[in-house]
C-alpha cells in the first residue's frame, strides 16, 4: 500500500512540474472567473453588510459548484445514476481554491 502511495506521489508531481504552464493558466481562468462573478454579484447585493456577506459567499462556492454539477448533470443525462465521486471532487476543489484565497486573498477580488 505504501509503493502505490509513493508512486503516485511521485507521479503527481511529474505532471505538476512538467505541466507548471498549464495549471498556471487553468488557475488563472479560474480567478478571472471568480472576479468577474463577484463583479456581477456586485451588481445584484451591496457590497457592505449582509449584502456584501452573500455576495462573497455564493462568488467562493459558484466555480466548484459549476465544475462539479455540469459534468455530473452530463453524466446523469448519459447514464441516468449519479456520478460515482462527485462530493470527493468538490471537496477537492473547494479545498484547493480555499488554499489559493488563503495564500493571496486578493487573487480573486473578493
Given at each position: 500500500?505504501?509503493?502505490?502511495?509513493?508512486?503516485?506521489?511521485?507521479?503527481?508531481?511529474?505532471?505538476?512540474?512538467?505541466?507548471?504552464?498549464?495549471?498556471?493558466?487553468?488557475f488563472g481562468v479560474w480567478m478571472d472567473l471568480q472576479s468577474w462573478?463577484?463583479?456581477?454579484?456586485?451588481?445584484?447585493?451591496?457590497?457592505?453588510?449582509?449584502?456584501?456577506?452573500?455576495?462573497?459567499?455564493?462568488?467562493?462556492?459558484?466555480?466548484?459548484?459549476?465544475?462539479?454539477?455540469?459534468?455530473?448533470?452530463?453524466?446523469?443525462?448519459?447514464?441516468?445514476?449519479?456520478?460515482?465521486?462527485i462530493k470527493e471532487i468538490f471537496w477537492a476543489l473547494w479545498i484547493?481554491?480555499?488554499?489559493?484565497?488563503?495564500?493571496?486573498?486578493?487573487?480573486?477580488?473578493?
Amino acid at each position: 500500500m505504501l509503493i502505490k502511495h509513493l508512486a503516485a506521489l511521485v507521479i503527481l508531481t511529474l505532471i505538476v512540474l512538467l505541466g507548471h504552464s498549464f495549471i498556471h493558466t487553468v488557475f488563472g481562468v479560474w480567478m478571472d472567473l471568480q472576479s468577474w462573478l463577484s463583479n456581477y454579484l456586485g451588481e445584484v447585493f451591496s457590497n457592505n453588510g449582509a449584502g456584501g456577506w452573500i455576495k462573497k459567499v455564493l462568488a467562493f462556492l459558484a466555480v466548484p459548484l459549476v465544475v462539479t454539477f455540469v459534468p455530473a448533470g452530463i453524466y446523469w443525462c448519459m447514464k441516468r445514476n449519479t456520478m460515482p465521486h462527485i462530493k470527493e471532487i468538490f471537496w477537492a476543489l473547494w479545498i484547493i481554491q480555499t488554499m489559493i484565497f488563503i495564500l493571496n486573498p486578493t487573487f480573486f477580488g473578493l
